[in-house]
């Protein structure tokens, strides 16, 4: 079997590559480090063994030589192995020794390069490492090396000549140490410098100053590690490339408390925005055992949630032609949409996403029998209200919706966020009795009138809701009041 010696990127996940993501997605053991992007590790497999071998500031770290002999013995063994580590492997990453081993013990090994903090968090940060004008070249340097040892391996002299950018790995201790030992050897002090915190991560912080203040600078913006330190030119055209800081969300905490299985969309549209989303699942859908009758006999056929669309069309017997003659009716925007991708266009979408204004929409509709679609828990507005019309109304309740249990982080992350969002009544009770009477500190995001109910109910108002009650119309509420909001903190 052969080992596979794995770049995962500076620490967005969105920076794994395809080839990282599909040997994780196939490996049975992988072996990896601190500085892995969280959630690299989601998409293995459910029986993969994971071995933690990073190395923890103040604990004892595992023996180079040793990740080198398991690797070796998890190969003979036959597993498929993964060695997943940080930004590129063979960028101070040891990744040379390890291949070494393998090559030693006669085991076949793979290596997929990773981009380098060296090149992301400056990237992120608005530098670009080599310019036409500022820099065509560019050394990256480890920091570790001590300059004040007798036998450094740096030659500071010939760094400090160095026609480029020189980028700097592990340099947050050693700072005063190394801008000293390249002013020393001749490099400028006025040369623009800057280091970047936590690059291509939430929170990502960046000081830009020249070589002589930017020691005192960061110790001032309390920067720590990781970090990467860039010295040239082009560090300054940060200040008209700096992307990051400017979009809307960046630097605020945003918290989704909607069922994982949902929560994707609105994550990645708040992310992509620059939020820091906390994912913080207050329920699951349960499906329930249910039978779909034959759907033709109804004349209408209404969807109060996007769940209910989904589980209806995979259990029906038939397709989508079983609805040809019948009325669709989707409770708002987010329903239709799930329907439209089964290939249904619904006939009927209220303006407001509640079972009253569904009513008052197909008021003047003649019906004989229909069907709801829908969560075993919901409100029944709707079928009383059509029965009081004397319309024959069949409930078909697909699944239920359940506390999904929360972690102390997720949790403690989630009331500490800029914004909380609650995405239905399920999610604001279910939260709230996770939270165990703590009210979070954030401004409050509800999708529509009927969530925002629910948190009347317990005493907490919506600083905003949605006008559209669907993940579009929450991401414009969290703009909307992130507007003229400042940064809390
Ligand atoms: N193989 C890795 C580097 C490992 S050395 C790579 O190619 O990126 C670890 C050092 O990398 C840290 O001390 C820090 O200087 C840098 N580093 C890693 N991730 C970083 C990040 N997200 N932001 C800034 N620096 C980072």
Same mark, same amino acid.
């Given at each position: 079997?052969?080992?596979?010696?794995?770049?995962?990127?500076?620490?967005?996940?969105?920076?794994?590559?395809?080839?990282?993501?599909?040997?994780?997605?196939? !490996?049975?053991?992988?072996?990896?480090?601190?500085?892995?992007?969280?959630?690299?590790? *989601?998409?293995?497999?459910?029986?993969?063994?994971?071995?933690?071998?990073?190395?923890?500031?103040?604990?004892?770290?595992?023996?180079?030589?040793?990740? @080198?002999?398991?690797?070796?013995?998890?190969?003979?063994?036959?597993?498929? &192995?993964? $060695?997943?580590?940080?930004?590129?492997?063979?960028?101070?990453?040891?990744?040379?020794?390890?291949?070494?081993?393998?090559?030693? =013990?006669?085991?076949?090994?793979?290596?997929?390069?990773?981009?380098?903090?060296?090149?992301?968090?400056?990237?992120?940060?608005?530098?670009?490492?080599?310019?036409?004008?500022? #820099?065509?070249?560019?050394?990256?340097?480890?920091?570790?090396?001590?300059?004040?040892?007798?036998?450094?391996?740096?030659?500071w002299?010939?760094l400090a000549?160095?026609?480029?950018?020189l &980028?700097?790995?592990?340099?947050? +201790?050693?700072?005063?140490?190394i801008v000293a030992a390249l002013t020393a050897a001749g490099r400028?002090?006025?040369?623009?410098?800057?280091?970047?915190?936590? @690059?291509?991560?939430?929170?990502? /912080?960046?000081?830009?100053?020249?070589l002589?203040?930017?020691? +005192?600078?960061?110790?001032?913006?309390? %920067?720590?590690?990781?970090?990467?330190?860039?010295v040239?030119?082009?560090? =300054?055209?940060?200040?008209?490339?700096?992307?990051?800081?400017?979009?809307?969300?960046?630097?605020? #905490?945003?918290?989704?408390?909607?069922?994982?299985?949902? =929560?994707?969309?609105?994550?990645?549209?708040? $992310?992509?925005?620059?939020?820091?989303?906390?994912?913080?699942?207050?329920?699951?859908?349960?499906?329930?055992?249910?039978?779909?009758?034959? %759907?033709?006999?109804?004349?209408?056929? &209404?969807?109060?949630?996007?769940?209910?669309?989904?589980?209806?069309?995979? $259990?029906?017997?038939?397709? !989508?032609?079983?609805?040809?003659?019948?009325?669709?009716?989707?409770?708002?925007?987010?329903?239709?949409?799930?329907? $439209?991708? /089964?290939?249904?266009?619904?006939?009927?979408?209220?303006? /407001?996403?509640?079972?009253?204004?569904?009513?008052?929409?197909?008021?003047?509709?003649?019906?004989?029998?229909?069907?709801?679609?829908?969560?075993?828990? #919901? /409100?029944?507005?709707?079928? *009383?209200?059509?029965?009081?019309?004397?319309?024959?109304?069949?409930?078909?309740?697909?699944?239920?919706?359940? !506390?999904?249990?929360?972690?102390?982080?997720?949790?403690?992350?989630?009331?500490?966020?800029?914004?909380?969002?609650?995405?239905?009544?399920?999610?604001?009770?279910?939260?709230?009795?996770?939270?165990?009477?703590?009210?979070?500190?954030?401004?409050?995001?509800?999708?529509?009138?009927?969530?925002?109910? #629910?948190?009347?109910?317990?005493?907490?108002?919506?600083?905003?809701?949605?006008?559209?009650?669907?993940?579009?119309?929450?991401?414009?509420?969290?703009?909307?009041?992130?507007?003229?909001?400042?940064?809390? @903190?």
């Amino acid at each position: 079997m052969t080992v596979a010696l794995v770049g995962a990127g500076p620490g967005d996940p969105g920076l794994m590559t395809a080839r990282a993501l599909e040997l994780i997605a196939a !490996a049975n053991v992988i072996l990896y480090d601190r500085l892995i992007p969280g959630g690299a590790l *989601d998409g293995a497999r459910e029986d993969a063994e994971l071995v933690y071998v990073g190395k923890e500031p103040g604990v004892p770290a595992m023996e180079q030589e040793r990740i @080198g002999e398991l690797l070796v013995e998890y190969a003979r063994a036959g597993r498929r &192995v993964v $060695r997943l580590k940080g930004g590129d492997p063979f960028v101070f990453g040891r990744g040379g020794e390890e291949a070494e081993a393998l090559r030693a =013990a006669g085991v076949a090994f793979e290596v997929v390069p990773g981009v380098t903090a060296g090149i992301a968090a400056p990237a992120y940060a608005g530098i670009p490492v080599t310019h036409r004008d500022a #820099a065509s070249a560019v050394a990256f340097v480890t920091g570790h090396e001590d300059p004040d040892k007798a036998q450094a391996a740096l030659d500071w002299e010939a760094l400090a000549r160095f026609p480029g950018t020189l &980028v700097f790995y592990m340099g947050v +201790g050693r700072l005063p140490a190394i801008v000293a030992a390249l002013t020393a050897a001749g490099r400028s002090p006025d040369e623009p410098a800057a280091v970047v915190e936590r @690059g291509t991560l939430p929170g990502q /912080r960046t000081v830009l100053a020249t070589l002589e203040t930017l020691a +005192g600078e960061v110790t001032a913006a309390g %920067l720590r590690p990781p970090a990467i330190t860039v010295v040239g030119p082009v560090a =300054a055209l940060r200040e008209r490339l700096a992307w990051l800081e400017a979009r809307p969300l960046h630097g605020r #905490a945003v918290a989704v408390t909607r069922a994982r299985a949902q =929560a994707s969309g609105l994550a990645a549209r708040l $992310r992509a925005l620059g939020a820091d989303v906390i994912e913080a699942p207050a329920i699951r859908v349960e499906p329930l055992p249910a039978t779909v009758p034959d %759907l033709a006999q109804y004349d209408l056929v &209404v969807f109060t949630s996007p769940n209910g669309a989904g589980l209806l069309f995979d $259990r029906m017997p038939g397709d !989508a032609r079983a609805l040809a003659g019948t009325v669709v009716a989707a409770i708002g925007p987010g329903t239709a949409r799930a329907l $439209r991708e /089964r290939g249904i266009e619904a006939d009927v979408v209220p303006e /407001r996403a509640v079972a009253e204004s569904l009513l008052e929409e197909l008021a003047d509709m003649r019906v004989e029998r229909a069907l709801i679609a829908r969560a075993q828990e #919901a /409100r029944d507005v709707l079928p *009383d209200g059509l029965r009081t019309r004397g319309v024959e109304v069949d409930v078909l309740p697909l699944y239920r919706t359940v !506390a999904e249990p929360l972690g102390g982080e997720a949790l403690a992350a989630a009331l500490g966020a800029d914004w909380i969002a609650f995405t239905s009544a399920s999610t604001v009770r279910f939260f709230l009795e996770a939270a165990g009477g703590e009210m979070p500190r954030g401004r409050i995001v509800s999708i529509g009138p009927v969530t925002t109910a #629910a948190l009347r109910d317990r005493g907490l108002q919506p600083a905003v809701e949605a006008a559209d009650h669907d993940v579009d119309g929450v991401v414009a509420a969290i703009l909307s009041d992130a507007t003229g909001t400042p940064h809390r @903190g």
